[in-house]
Structures are given as C-alpha cells and as structure tokens.
Nanobody, 126 residues
Framework: QLQASGGGLVQAGGSLRTSCSAS????????VGWFRQAPGKEREFVAA????????YYADSVKGRFTMSRDNAKNTVYLRMNSLEPGDTAVYLC???WGSGIILSAVRSPLAYDNWGQGTQVTVSS
C-alpha cells in the first residue's frame, strides 16, 4: 500500500516536498512515478524514478523545478517542488510497479503502474 503526504498550500514561487511511502512491500524493488490530476483534467505524468534511483524522468513542464529522489532504506520516495506556479495545483499521486521494470517508452504512462496511493493536495496561490 502506498501513502502520499506532504502536500499543502503555498504561494507562487514557494516550495514543497511530497513523500510517498510503501507498507508491506520493499519499495526498492519498484519503479515509482508521480502523477497529478487537477479538477476536470486528465491525470498527468510528473516524474518517475527507477528502482535503483539511478535514472529519473520529468515532464517538460516541471523539468528544472522538481526533483524526484528515493531513500530505499526508509522505503520512501520524495518529490521536491521548487518555484511552484498556480498551474501546479493538483492532487499529486504516487504509483509503483513491482516485478519487471517499466519499459522506457511507457514510463510516463499511468497504465504502466499497478499500485496507486490516495494522493495529496498541492495548492499554489498567485
């Protein structure tokens, strides 16, 4: 089971760090992604990280502002969000895929992940 936390209300230009922890399974054996969904919009890829932590992937809209990392000893992944903009407002969801790794062409697709957390709300005010 995945549990996301760390969302909140922040002014534009501010920072937040969201966390996603896994219970009952070894997180180090999974590829993990962050997605976000705003009201009335489709679920959107934000970032992903390989189980080794050696490769990360970002949506163009967040590249240079967001950083995804993982601490496998703590069974937790993080999304550090800097220079937040009102357009970043959404529910942020973490997702994981255990077993075989996600092929590169699918890492940005929500269909590649089969375990989802409940999400945490991030609201950026202008």
């Amino acid at each position: 089971q995945l549990q996301a936390s760390g969302g909140g209300l922040v002014q534009a230009g501010g920072s937040l760090r969201t966390s996603c922890s896994a219970s009952g399974r070894t997180f180090s054996a999974s590829d993990v992604g962050w997605f976000r969904q705003a009201p009335g919009k489709e679920r959107e890829f934000v970032a992903a990280i390989r189980r080794s932590g050696g490769n990360t992937y970002y949506a163009d809209s967040v590249k240079g502002r967001f950083t995804m990392s993982r601490d496998n000893a703590k069974n937790t992944v993080y999304l550090r969000m800097n220079s937040l903009e009102p357009g970043d407002t959404a529910v942020y969801l973490c997702a994981a895929k255990w077993g075989s790794g996600i092929i590169l062409s699918a890492v940005r697709s929500p269909l590649a992940y089969d375990n989802w957390g409940q999400g945490t709300q991030v609201t950026v005010s202008s």
